[in-house]
């Protein structure tokens, strides 16, 4: 599958260097693409691996992902603190939607199959404490940069 292979390319990028970290952005937006797109165009089965359900999910995370990668060229540029904790409050807020739509999922009772019943209950603990992690982990950094503005401009509170 198309987002998939996107997904490990950019996850195999060398971020190292600028332009490792934007050929990781661009496989990690063109894998949110492709989970994005695919129900759209062919639909499958609830049941399947392959659900509108799960794809929506990974293409939350892939994005994610992505914004990670810029969240880490913006520090490595020593951008602007204002800046890098706006990036940071865009990738909280795409882990945050990540984790919403997989609880919002592996809740359902209707006639479709949740998330949980697709993937399994332990690979969605492990999912759910991922994406809690991430999401703690960068909106602690954005808080880190907004108190580094603060200080800047000497007005707190």
Not at 23 to 33: G, I, K, T
Not at 56 to 61: D, F, I, P, T
Not at 115 to 141: C, E, H, N, P, T
Request: hydrophobic share 40%; proline share 3%.
């Amino acid at each position: 599958m198309i987002g998939a292979l996107h997904s490990r390319l950019g996850c195999s990028e060398s971020r190292e260097e600028s332009e490792g970290m934007k050929m990781a952005v661009a496989h990690f937006q063109c894998a949110a693409w492709a989970f994005h797109t695919l129900p759209d165009k062919l639909p499958q089965d609830p049941e399947s691996d392959l659900s509108s359900e799960l794809l929506a999910l990974k293409s939350q995370v892939c994005l994610a992902q992505a914004q990670e990668c810029i969240l880490e060229k913006s520090i490595l540029d020593s951008r602007n603190p204002n800046i890098v904790a706006k990036v940071c409050s865009q990738v909280v807020e795409y882990y945050r939607q990540a984790l919403r739509h997989l609880d919002a999922n592996g809740s359902r009772h209707d006639h479709m199959d949740s998330l949980g019943d697709i993937v399994g209950s332990k690979q969605m603990k492990s999912w759910r404490i991922f994406l809690d992690f991430k999401a703690a982990y960068y909106s602690a950094l954005c808080s880190l940069h907004s108190g580094m503005v603060s200080e800047e401009s000497q007005r707190f509170g």
